[in-house]
């Protein structure tokens, strides 16, 4: 039974370019959330998403961040026109239900490590 | 807004010493309350967890006390051991399991055991 999967692992960039993070929930999760952790720092939340629906998009930068979730495939978030400031480690993590997700039924996955030269 | 402080920095205790990192909570709601770990290269794990007040969570020795007339949830342990050296974070929950579910983390606490 495979965990949440996230690639890349790890991933460089140079300053403009598009990144893209995916994340495989765990098998018969739908519920996906992303965090960011900077250096030192904790995590902080970004978005919460549902199949074909963003739920909560409360701690996504107003610019350049989007995400998706589509009905096939991996839940998707994008940075457009990278700056050295979004260099962090992008957390994604899976529940059944916001209701077991908020009772510490999340899955996180490994990350992605996000450096922009 | 809601939010989480924990004791910061690193924690240096020798192998067998008592611990306790501190936690503290602000919320408008009743949230759960959550100790992660995460070690190297990984994403968090949960480590312990407190779903209503005078709850104690408890985990390979660790405990930790939902306490809400002080808005408190310390991460205790009575002996320290080296494989217990990670970064824990202090988190609550600021739904009501409705529609939202994400987590608070307060900035992270590592804990280095000196063999």
């Known amino acids: 039974n495979a965990g949440v999967m996230q690639n890349p692992r790890h991933l460089v960039r140079r300053r403009g370019q598009e990144a893209r993070l995916r994340c495989s929930p765990m098998?018969?999760?739908?519920?996906v959330y992303w965090y960011r952790q900077l250096p030192e720092e904790g995590l902080k939340f970004m978005v919460y998403?549902?199949?074909?629906?963003?739920?909560?998009e409360s701690g996504m930068p107003k610019e350049r961040f989007s995400a998706e979730f589509p009905k096939e495939g991996p839940s998707i978030l994008r940075i457009q026109q990278v700056v050295r400031g979004d260099s962090a480690a992008y957390f994604c993590?899976?529940?059944?239900?916001?209701?077991?997700?908020?009772?510490?039924?999340?899955?996180f996955g490994s990350g992605t490590r996000l450096t922009v030269v | 807004g809601d939010s989480v402080v924990q004791t910061e920095g690193q924690v240096l205790p020798s192998e067998g010493d008592s611990l306790i990192v501190n936690c503290s909570y602000e919320?408008?709601?009743?949230?759960?309350l959550f100790w992660y770990v995460q070690y190297p290269g990984e994403g968090p794990q949960l480590h312990l967890k407190?779903?209503?007040?005078?709850d104690k969570g408890r985990n390979k020795g660790f405990e930790a006390m939902y306490r809400k007339e002080t808005t408190s949830f310390h991460l205790e342990k009575d002996s320290v051991q080296e494989s217990d050296s990670a970064v824990y974070f202090c988190?609550?929950?600021?739904?009501?399991?409705?529609?939202?579910?994400?987590?608070?983390f307060g900035k992270g606490t590592k804990l280095s055991v000196k063999p």
């Open positions: 993590a899976s529940s059944p239900s916001p209701l077991q997700g908020s009772s510490g039924g999340y899955t």
């Open positions: 098998k018969g999760h739908s519920h």
């Open positions: 998403l549902q199949k074909e629906n963003i739920i909560d």
């Open positions: 919320t408008t709601q009743y949230p759960s």
């Open positions: 407190a779903m209503k007040a005078n």
């Open positions: 988190a609550l929950s600021d739904g009501d399991g409705g529609s939202q579910g994400n987590l608070i």
